[in-house]
C-alpha cells in the first residue's frame, strides 16, 4: 500500500536566528522568522510525511504557541514525524522537495541537504531528491521578503 503527501510552508527573513535550511547552516545568510529554527525545507518535509499519514500538519504536532518549541530544532521535529511514519507502519518510497527562493543561492548546499534529509527518513540518498527555483524576481519571494518551500512523498508499507 502506497500513501502520498503533500506540504508546503513559508517564512519570511528576519529576526537574529541564522538561515537554516535542510538542517544545514548558510553562514553569513539572513535568517527566517519563526517560532522554531525556521527551517523552513524541514517544516515542508513535515507536513508531506504527517499529509501521507493523514495526521494533520506540523503546526498540529507542534504548535507556535507552545514555549516547548521555542527555538526547536527542526531537525529534530523531523524525527519525531518520522517516528510517527514508522509508527503507522510506513517507510519512504521517496521524497520530492522544492525550494522557492531568490536568495540565498542554493547549488552548493542541495547535497549537504540531501544527505541530512536521507539521514533523518532513515532513507537511501536517491530516495530523495531536492531542488531549487527562484520567481524570476516576481511576487514575496522575487521581492527577497522569505522562502517557500514544495515537498511531496510518496509512502510504502514496511517490509
Same mark, same amino acid.
Given at each position: 500500500m502506497?500513501?502520498?503527501?503533500? !506540504?508546503y510552508?513559508v517564512?519570511k527573513? !528576519?529576526?537574529d536566528?541564522p538561515?537554516? =535550511?535542510?538542517?544545514v547552516?548558510?553562514e553569513g545568510?539572513?535568517g527566517l522568522l519563526?517560532?522554531s529554527?525556521?527551517?523552513?525545507?524541514?517544516?515542508?518535509?513535515?507536513d508531506?510525511l =504527517?499529509?501521507?499519514?493523514?495526521?494533520?500538519d506540523?503546526?498540529?504536532h507542534?504548535p507556535d504557541?507552545s514555549d516547548?518549541?521555542a !527555538?526547536a530544532?527542526?531537525?529534530?521535529?523531523?524525527?519525531?514525524v518520522?517516528?510517527?511514519?514508522r509508527?503507522?507502519?510506513?517507510?519512504l518510497?521517496?521524497?520530492?522537495?522544492?525550494i522557492?527562493?531568490q536568495k540565498?543561492?542554493?547549488?552548493s548546499?542541495?547535497?549537504?541537504?540531501?544527505?541530512?534529509?536521507a &539521514?533523518?527518513?532513515n532513507?537511501?540518498? +536517491?530516495?530523495v531528491?531536492?531542488k &531549487?527555483? +527562484?520567481?524570476?524576481? =516576481?511576487?514575496?519571494? !522575487?521581492?527577497?521578503?522569505g522562502?517557500?518551500?514544495?515537498?511531496?512523498?510518496l =509512502?510504502?508499507?514496511?517490509q
Open positions: 502506497f500513501r502520498i503527501g503533500h !506540504g510552508d517564512h527573513f !528576519g529576526g536566528k538561515l537554516i =535550511l535542510g538542517g547552516l548558510f545568510e539572513q519563526a517560532h529554527d525556521g527551517d523552513v525545507v524541514l517544516h515542508a518535509v513535515c508531506a =504527517l499529509g501521507a499519514v493523514a495526521k494533520g506540523i503546526g498540529h507542534f504557541t516547548e518549541f !527555538g530544532d527542526s531537525q529534530d521535529l523531523t524525527k519525531s518520522m517516528s510517527l511514519v509508527s503507522e507502519g510506513y517507510q518510497g521517496n521524497l520530492d522537495v522544492t522557492v527562493a540565498p543561492k542554493m547549488a548546499k542541495i547535497e549537504p541537504m540531501k544527505k541530512v534529509i &539521514a533523518i527518513c532513507s537511501e540518498l +536517491t530516495q531528491n531536492l &531549487a527555483t +527562484t520567481t524570476e524576481k =516576481l511576487g514575496f519571494v !522575487g521581492r527577497e521578503e522562502i517557500a518551500v514544495h515537498a511531496v512523498c =509512502l510504502q508499507k514496511s
